[in-house]
């Protein structure tokens, strides 16, 4: 029993109230939460232990007992005060843990919150721009018919003559894998013409009208367009000539406008690469009866 008072800092003669205060004072001292030095751990341990011992009813009686007897239940009770020193540091370290997870759970979506509400007001700030910027194209405006002269990754120029001079701007289209298309859904190409809608006090707010389109653009539609319309009538086992081939097209712009040729030049694209036309809207668009009278009608 000596030892355990030495544990505690204590003459073996202390009382109880005196064990309990110089416990309370070392446990929180040594507590692994508190204390990060490697004997923590050890310490807290014995303290432990030591508490245990001193203030059990069993310990005291053992005083009075045989020598074997008293070597047993003081191994029983050293290990008893040993796990539930453990239990309680684990019962802690628990705690700490689920705090510490749950502080941490809290940061992520505070962190995902954020970035959604940056990234939606760079997506609302950048609409808003364009927006803005497309209808001062429509203030005090003219008309003038326009040329395509470059077309690049995400934009395109456009060139046009406006007060007397000649302008050659750039736009931003839509990206779609290989191409990059118009507001009507077609691949945009260097020498397609579209009307171009300007502000006469500044040309350079300017805006394109992608339909109606010119006979120039007509030709380019086709010519891109007749290649999709002869690989599908292939993949649908269909006789394929050129008869036939231009047939389809000009009944589907007859019929659909240039959102059906759209629908036809992507009939095989990937929905992650196109997401206006693609193969599902494809799927929609060939169940249409206009669509399968024009399948039997040149076929």
């Known amino acids: 029993m000596h030892k355990y008072y030495k544990i505690l800092g ?8 005196e064990i309990k205060k110089a416990y309370r004072q070392l446990a929180f001292q040594y507590h692994p939460d508190k204390n990060k030095s490697p004997e923590a751990e050890r310490r807290f341990l014995e303290i432990s232990e030591a508490y245990e011992m001193l203030t ?29 020193a453990r239990d309680n540091m684990r019962k802690r370290y628990n705690e700490f843990k689920k705090q510490e997870e749950k502080a941490q759970t809290k940061q992520y979506i505070i962190g995902i919150y954020l970035f959604v509400a940056i990234v939606l007001l760079i997506v609302v700030s950048y609409t808003s721009y364009n927006y803005w910027y497309d209808q001062q194209a429509y203030t005090n405006s003219d008309t003038t018919m326009g040329r395509i002269t470059f077309v ?3 934009s395109y120029m456009i060139a046009f003559h406006a007060n007397g001079k000649k302008f ?7 990206r779609a894998f290989e191409d990059l298309n118009g507001k009507n ?13 300007f502000n006469q006090d500044n040309p350079k707010y300017f805006d394109v009208l992608f339909d ?9 539609y086709e010519q891109k367009t007749l290649i999709k319309i002869k690989l599908w009538m292939t993949e649908n086992e269909m006789k394929v000539d050129d008869y036939r081939a231009r047939c389809f097209f000009v009944k589907i712009y007859e019929t659909f406008g240039i959102p059906g040729l759209a629908a036809m030049y992507y009939f095989n694209e990937p929905l992650v690469e196109n997401t206006d036309n693609n193969a599902w809207t494809f799927e929609t668009f060939s169940n249409q009866q206009e669509f399968k009278d024009i399948v039997e009608y040149c076929q």
């Open 212 to 220: 109606p389109i010119t006979r120039q653009t007509f030709k380019i």
């Open 56 to 84: 059990s009813p069993i310990a005291k009686k053992r005083l009075r007992r045989s020598k074997a007897a008293h070597q047993k239940e003081k191994e029983e009770e050293i290990k008893k005060a040993q796990q539930k």
């Open 168 to 174: 050659n701007l750039e736009k931003n289209g839509d």
């Open 185 to 197: 859904g077609m691949p945009l190409e260097i020498g397609e013409e579209f009307l171009v809608v």
């Open 152 to 154: 690049d990754y995400r």
């Open 10 to 17: 204590l003459p073996e003669n202390a009382s109880k109230q």
